[in-house]
């Protein structure tokens, strides 16, 4: 993640996490080690109160445990509800993403009209987005990431969470074009150049807006003339010289033709 887009998601998680914070006077008293998050009956807002001064003091996984502490010893009250969101924007900065993602998830499934839904899902989209890993490892969690930011921009189209989504849609749809341009290199430099073509051609077809689709055009010309079919890379160097003109990519891909494909019309 960017340096700019990390300062627009802690704007709108810190905005979104005033409204969901219940503020009292009433915290409990200082303490530490294990009997933090035992089972002792407390006051709700005792208990809430403790949670939110160990967030604000940096422990943020001992804040989710006593988030859920909360909701443990005080499932119907207004605070359990609120204590839900919390517990998983805590897990959330303790970077433990999974359990933020689960316990966003159980809040949408008991107050799934809540007027915090939005953020519930915005956390769960931006869990996901944190484990982008990079391209020469398994993607799922980015395509998760992909689904999730795009189901806050369905939803909420109207919203900050759906404005930071749609940024971060145009990121991780990049991300997933370089991980096709990856594995279609690959398969070229071994000379598989029908499976590299199809890699080079979801590029084309489904990430046409990212910064990979220039190389991926020039790569079908490439692998065209490599298997003896000269009109196709014509035609691929016509559409990057099209929509490309003055690349680097394109200067590339013309010399290319020149060189083995003089002469020949695209059909």
């Known amino acids: ?56 003091s940096g422990q943020a996984t001992l804040a989710a445990a006593l988030f859920d502490e909360v909701e443990r010893q005080h499932p119907y009250s207004p605070w359990a509800r609120r204590a839900q969101l919390m517990s998983s924007f805590s897990y959330y900065v303790a970077k433990d993403y999974n359990k933020a993602i689960q316990s966003a998830q159980r809040f949408l499934q008991i107050h799934p009209g809540n007027k915090d839904a939005p953020y519930a899902f915005y956390l769960i989209a931006l869990s996901y987005y944190e484990q982008i890993s990079d391209v020469q490892r398994d993607q799922k969690v980015t395509e998760q990431a992909l689904t999730a930011l795009q189901e806050i921009d369905r939803r909420f189209p109207n919203s900050d969470y759906a404005s930071d989504a749609r940024l971060k849609i145009d990121l991780v749809r990049d991300h997933l074009a370089g991980k096709e341009m990856e594995i279609g290199r690959h ?34 010309t490439e692998t065209s003339l490599a298997l003896g079919i000269p009109d196709e890379a014509v035609k691929y160097a016509a559409v990057l010289g099209a929509n490309y003109p003055g690349t680097e990519w394109y200067d590339k891909a013309y010399d290319l033709v020149q060189d083995h494909a003089a002469g020949v019309t695209p059909s």
């Open 187 to 220: 398969y070229e430099r071994a000379g598989r150049w029908i499976a590299a073509q199809i890699r080079f051609q979801n590029v084309v077809d489904n990430y046409q807006t990212t910064s990979h689709a220039p190389e991926a055009l020039y790569r079908l």
């Open 1 to 56: 993640m960017t340096n700019q887009t990390r300062s627009t998601t802690k704007l709108i998680l810190g905005t979104a996490l005033a409204g969901a914070s219940l503020m009292t006077a009433a915290c409990a008293g200082r303490s530490s080690g294990p009997a933090d998050t035992s089972y002792v009956a407390r006051d709700v807002e005792s208990l809430y109160g403790e949670a939110k001064r160990r967030l604000d």
